[in-house]
């Protein structure tokens, strides 16, 4: 107990039961929360549908056997260092040292960061195909067909016989020039349409985006990146010395918190689940509202007036209060941000419901019928409803994870994966840290009925002098003072805590020597071998890498690339184009691909093969080759035009000075400086001088 000033007393609670407390509390407040929006008198269609769905997600994601809410929790603590409440309040019961081993958060940093070399690094990690057989237009084939009519005709004037299988290989051959040039066409504009979707990309946030989404990949059970999402922002334009503000629509891409996401408990794929969305929404961002096409006025003036001035956390959730202390943030309960939460939900809904809300029968021909929606509530308002933009009816969150499990969109991450390891890693550093201590010096026994009235017995410094007394007894056989070293064991739990940290390499794949640290023996020794070794753990990663291209970007991509189709009027894309992913294809290849470019630049380096592919391939060749190195390959090698223009100079050159080879003024001086050599001449370049010495 504690006095306290106004004259009472004040109850003293240790740290591990105070966040026991209020994570009690946390799911109290939660449960009270479920129960009381859950009544039906409270809402009613379409908001107590959506209240009813997050409910429903809410309650299965914090089950203890098959939810994740504690496995979200637990991946927070082992990143930051911390133990859970009980487990500290364990340590401390015992006396000993809270060392904490951060085996898996280092796992997290290098797995990141290998993640962030394939996904990150100036090679794109996606590509645009064009098509493998365009289409040639109606305008060239009518064209074609136009020449081989005036040619046929020609030959009708001239009197001569028309073979029918002549008609048929000249439009076969002129048909095939097309083609050909179709496909250069598209190949032209496919790169054309990859920097225009990259600069899209750069402008919404999307590498950002994905930054971040490869930080929680590894950390947590999965990681989520949203988009594209369209938002109306302001754009400044300068016309005039002036600045111009225009509101313009522009694409956005989002990680998403796993803790602010939340979808239908039984689904099996996330392309099949609902999807709920926690935001928090500050008034100002509320305000912006009201003046955008699609969102209810009149709500968001029921909102502003209703929780404007305090704020408003009805979402809660029990991990909300330990989340806020791991992440540093403002713990929720109290709100003193004023922050306003916002639920959006993207799922089916029946019609007959958003008939009721107030949408057209034109938009809802059948009420008994489900439409793909998406909806925003605060509260127990509603601010927008509409029909979700994607043709094909897909939710923009896209889930992967570090390890998956088939049959559930959650799987396991690096905590999940190393959790035994870094139990016993962090056991034996604390007993480590506790025998240190105790074996750092020696233990002194002192009988205090031996010592001085004047003596302390609790002070110790070197050359300390002890004042004692008689044994009243006459037993002085046994000293006042005695001391003796305890025995340390840390060469052997040095050696528990290598060989478990050296498992946690083995199960996770990322070995020390990838962060830059630690030794290896064997093949590791050399540059050769330890580059080896980094090689075979990459591979391992591919699996990751595979993962992300197949569930985030490949579907990501298509949603851009849908969207684009939908609202671009330039004709930027055709529909025909595909979507490369390159994630994988990055991951196996960057180690030799550079390498193996200069090897082919070596070895054609010579007369014979620059015959076969000429200034034009090799250009090509030596401009894949700068771009690969970080260089502007279009910059330092000239364009084909300036090749073709360079060549062409050289000929004229070599025309007008009668060089060898070349057709031009030189005659027979050309003809004879090209004979060969006569059989009599002898290839004696001078005299020869022996090094050695000698005739």
């Known amino acids: ?42 809402l009613a269609g379409l908001s107590a549908f959506i209240r009813h769905e997050f409910d429903r997600m809410k309650r299965h994601r914090n089950k203890a056997n098959a939810g ?67 289409d040639v237009p109606p305008a060239i084939m009518a064209a074609i067909r136009d020449l081989v009519a005036s040619e046929m005709g020609t030959l009708m004037m001239d ?31 496919a790169k054309v349409a990859e920097d225009k979707i990259d600069e899209l990309l750069k402008e919404g946030g999307f590498y950002r985006a994905l930054a971040e989404f490869l930080v929680d990949l590894p950390l947590f059970p999965f990681a989520c990146i949203k988009g594209p999402v369209v938002r109306i922002v302001p754009t400044v334009t300068w016309q005039d010395g002036r600045p111009v503000t225009e509101n313009r629509p522009r694409l956005f891409w989002n990680r998403i918190s796993p803790f602010d996401i939340w979808w239908t408990p039984g689904a099996s794929d996330i392309e099949d689940a609902a999807v709920i969305e926690r935001t928090r929404l500050t008034r100002a961002e509320l305000n912006d509202l009201l003046d955008l096409p699609g969102y209810n006025s009149e709500e968001i003036r029921a909102v502003l007036d209703e929780y404007g001035r305090g704020g408003i956390s009805d979402d809660w959730d029990s991990t909300d209060s330990e989340r806020a202390d791991h992440e540093s943030r403002e713990n929720p309960r109290l709100n003193e941000s ?15 419901m958003l008939i009721e809300y107030g949408m057209t029968t034109e938009q809802i021909p059948d009420p008994l019928r489900d439409y793909f929606v998406q909806c925003w509530l605060i509260g127990r308002h509603i601010i927008k409803v509409q029909l979700a933009p994607s043709p094909r009816k897909r939710h923009p969150y896209f889930i992967t994870s570090f390890e ?148 985030v970007l490949e579907p990501l991509l298509t949603s851009l690339f849908d969207m684009i189709l939908l609202t671009d009027q ?25 390498a193996r470019q200069m090897e082919f630049l070596t070895a054609t380096a010579n007369p014979l093969d620059m015959q076969i592919i000429g200034p034009k391939g090799r250009a090509a060749v030596l401009r894949q080759v700068a771009s690969g190195l970080g260089m502007d390959g279009e910059e330092i090698v000239p364009s084909q035009d300036q090749l073709e223009a360079q060549q062409r100079q050289a000929q004229q050159a070599a025309d007008q000075q009668g060089i ?36």
């Open 338 to 352: 004023g922050l306003i939460t916002c639920l959006e939900y993207t799922g089916n809904v029946q019609g007959r």
């Open 570 to 594: 330039s004709g930027l894309l055709t529909g025909q184009e595909r979507v490369r992913v390159l994630g994988v294809a990055v991951a196996v290849q960057k180690e030799t691909q550079r």
């Open 159 to 189: 009197q001569q016989a028309i073979d029918p299988s002549v008609i048929r290989d000249r439009t076969a051959q002129l048909v095939e020039a097309a083609r050909q040039a179709a496909k250069k066409k598209a190949g032209q504009q």
């Open 404 to 551: 998956k499990v088939p049959g559930t969109p959650v799987g396991n991450g690096l905590p999940d994966i190393l959790n035994d390891i870094q139990e016993v890693c962090n056991a034996s550093l604390r007993a480590l840290v506790n025998n240190l201590s105790i074996s750092s010096g020696p233990q002194v026994v002192v009988n205090d009925d031996r010592l001085a009235s004047n003596e302390d017995g609790e002070e110790l410094y070197p050359w300390k002098r002890w004042h004692t007394t008689t044994d009243p007894m006459g037993q002085s056989s046994q000293a006042p003072i005695s001391f003796f070293q305890p025995v340390s064991n840390a060469q052997e739990l040095l050696g528990v805590y290598q060989k478990f940290a050296d498992m946690a390499d083995e199960l996770s794949a990322i070995p020390k020597y990838l962060a830059g640290s630690g030794t290896t023996g064997g093949a590791g020794r050399t540059a050769s071998g330890l580059a080896m070794l980094m090689g075979n753990a990459s591979k391992i990663l591919q699996t990751v890498a595979a993962n992300i291209d197949r569930d």
């Open 68 to 134: 994740w809410s504690e496995r979200l929790l637990h991946a927070l603590r082992v990143f930051n260092g911390q133990y859970d409440a009980q487990k500290l309040a364990e340590i401390q019961k015992f006396g000993g040292s809270t060392v904490y081993a951060r085996i898996i958060a280092m796992k997290c940093r290098g797995a990141s960061s290998l993640l962030r070399d394939v996904y990150l690094s100036p090679d794109r990690p996606w590509g645009i195909e064009p098509p493998d057989d365009p």
């Open 660 to 695: 060898p080879g070349h057709a031009g003024v030189g005659g027979p001086a050309a003809d004879a400086q090209a004979s060969p050599r006569a059989p009599n001449t002898t290839q004696d370049t001078g005299p020869r001088t022996r090094i050695a010495g000698g005739p």
């Open 1 to 42: 107990m504690q006095l306290n000033p106004g004259g009472g007393l004040l109850r003293v609670v240790p740290p591990a039961k105070l966040d026991a407390a209020l994570k009690a509390a946390d799911e109290q407040r939660a449960a009270a929360e479920d129960a009381a929006q859950s009544a039906p008198d409270d």
